[in-house]
Nanobody, 121 residues
Framework: DVQLQASGGGLVQPGGSLRLSCVAS????????IGWFRQAPGKEREGVSC????????YYADSVKGRFTISRDNTNNTVNLQMNSLKPEDTAVYYC??????????????WGQGTQVTVSS
């Protein structure tokens, strides 16, 4: 089974930092881009950041640019999201994601279980 396991969420004060991790299993990790999404209560899920399979290319939503940094360790099948200068509007459940490509099958979305990030004083 292909699995993504997200962790690292928690409660932090505005201006604080958290580091999310996503550990993958069951797939050739260094062949896959990995993304982070988030969903706040009452809102649609939105893309936050993603990183290419090699780590050479990254993307950030405008709302997190300059505050969040995505990185990957292909030796340990891990993608990290370092979140600094957190704001209350960053409060959401954060999910890691990849699109599984298998020969002869339709691409399949694979989601981690989500980790709650709460930014509040």
């Amino acid at each position: 089974d292909v699995q993504l396991q997200a962790s690292g969420g928690g409660l932090v004060q505005p201006g604080g930092s958290l580091r999310l991790s996503c550990v993958a299993s069951g797939l050739p990790f260094d062949d896959y881009a990995i993304g982070w999404f988030r969903q706040a209560p009452g809102k649609e899920r939105e893309g936050v950041s993603c990183i290419s399979s090699s780590g050479s290319s990254t993307y950030y939503a405008d709302s997190v640019k300059g505050r969040f940094t995505i990185s990957r360790d292909n030796t340990n099948n891990t993608v990290n999201l370092q979140m600094n200068s957190l704001k209350p509007e960053d409060t959401a459940v954060y999910y890691c994601h990849t699109l599984l490509i298998r020969l002869g099958r339709r691409p399949t979305d694979v989601w981690g279980q989500g980790t709650q990030v709460t930014v509040s004083s």
